[in-house]
């Protein structure tokens, strides 16, 4: 979403919504900070600007949502 720029404006933040979305989905919690998240947008963002291929960067995403991930359990905390 970030690199096809399917929206005039908002890409990053639609990409982090859902990214975030999606995890949570699937019992996920990301752990970045909104500022740490919208750096991530960034670099994906430049990284389709400057030509870097789409297999470095799905490579970067899941390098960085592995690093700050956790599975979440509903029992947890109990």
Known sequence: MIRGHAFE???K????FFT?????RNNVTF????KEMYNFAVVIAQA?????????????CKEIISEF??????????
């Open 9 to 11: 404006n908002g890409n």
């Open 13 to 16: 933040r639609c990409a982090v």
């Open 20 to 24: 975030h979305w999606f995890l949570l």
């Open 31 to 34: 752990i970045l900070k909104p």
């Open 48 to 60: 389709g600007e400057s030509n870097i291929k789409s297999e470095i960067t799905k490579q970067w």
């Open 69 to 78: 991930t956790r599975n979440w359990s509903p029992l947890e905390g109990k």
